[in-house]
């Protein structure tokens, strides 16, 4: 007997999740494919992927969507990278940045020379030598199209937006292009014998919504990849012990920065994140650590503005599905695993899955290596970010709280602690495959939360210390000339893609 062909994809679940996924499909799957998504005006989204990396432009360049009129839908602004502030020790501050650091000579990339010039007496920190770090820390921005032959690249930006605004804005490209919504609660999901696939979904209202491969974006609940089909979960909680946060937004105060911040607090983080018409905040935290209450209380007295509502809260453990596709069903975002905001991969992870879902796409039936590969790859990248993460808490002076203590001293996974040493040792890092985050930031955070290495690539004598020095002064004056000739982030918002009613 013929396998059925996979026609009929069901997505459960809207939010930014269910609808990048839903604006994708209805971008790239043509009829005969038919895509419905189901969806509850009852269940809140969670909404707190705000701040995105440079992928994100991929994507909605993918969709043809106009960058500013996104921007105005989504009351977004730029963002050049990430601050962190209180990391290394109190008092301390470094920026993870997009974009790359000077630039390689010969067989070795930038910081190698950096580092022996440092060692020969050098001031200037890592930062100086990124466009993007200056540019953020002066609150400049600009567009920027640049010859293949220009001695810097242009800058490096992602976005930060309102998640429901997001979904809203994709949820009128998809419906524009077939995708069907179906509002409801669905009561339970009907499997199909003998083989155990999902065959249905059943809302409250009766009614039966029939699909060959299901989506799940029903976020943390995992209604389908883990109630239904009860796929596990692996947690990662011994190294990310963050389990709750904190979110509240506040009035917009001061000027409008291009980056998004990242500040410790005692028992975790602070993020902020500047949008047009107002600022997101949270408080990132482990409940072993600080109560409920302790933590609002912080979160509350250091906002920039007045709060526009009440603390929301919500719970989570880090780690991910074992099974991310399991028989005809695939998680993507919240549903799929959570790891923490702090480098801004949420959405991203959201994106990156929808990319293997269509690379993995199946056409007859469900093939078993398919799927083992896909899960194969998602772990990959989900266990890469983890790391990434991790290396913010594990290199720290900080012992001033229990919680610090605890990060400081615990275990770590063999990978991250390979890379760690490898770096002390004599600056070197290492990517493998595809893994998200490059070797510049991987530099910059283990340059950031003081990781010194030992050492240089011996390469980096070959050439004298006078070419040294005048190698890195040109970089930094064709940094200082760039910035220079650019506008603050605000006048240039305000001139191009103000949504209407922002403030000014």
Sequence with gaps: MPERPIRDIVIVGG???????????????????????????????????????????????????????????????????????????????????FGPIGRALGLLPFHQYWLRYRAAGGKEDLSAFSLNATAALRNKFARQAKPASAPLNELVYAFHFDAALYARHLRSYAEARGVKRIEGRIEQARLREPEGFIDSVVLASGAQIHGDLFIDCSGFRGLLIEQTLHSGYEDWSQWLPCDRALAVPCARAGELTPYTRATARPAGWQWRIPLQHRTGNGYVYCSRHVSDDEAAATLLANLDGEPLAEPRPLRFTAGMRKKIWNRNCIAVGLSSGFLEPLESTSIHLVQSSIARILAFLPNHGIGRIDVEQFNRQATFELERIRDFLILHYKATERSDTPFWKACREMPIPEELRWKIEAFASQGRISRYNDELFAEVGWLQVLHGQGVEPRGYHPLAEQISHGELVEFMGTIRALIEREVDAMGSHAEFFDRNVAARGAPA
Aim: avoid cysteine; charge should be negative; aromatic fraction near 12%.
């Design 15 to 97: 939010g930014t999740a269910g609808w990048m996924t839903a604006a994708a499909f209805a971008r790239f799957l043509k009829p005969p494919y038919r895509i419905e998504l189901v969806e509850s005006d009852e269940i809140p989204t969670v909404g707190v992927g705000e701040a995105t990396i440079p992928q994100i432009k991929l994507f909605n360049s993918a969709l043809g969507l106009d960058e500013d009129e996104f921007l105005r839908s989504t009351q977004g602004t730029f963002k050049l990278g990430i601050q962190f502030v209180d990391w290394l020790r109190p008092g301390h501050s470094y920026i993870h940045a």
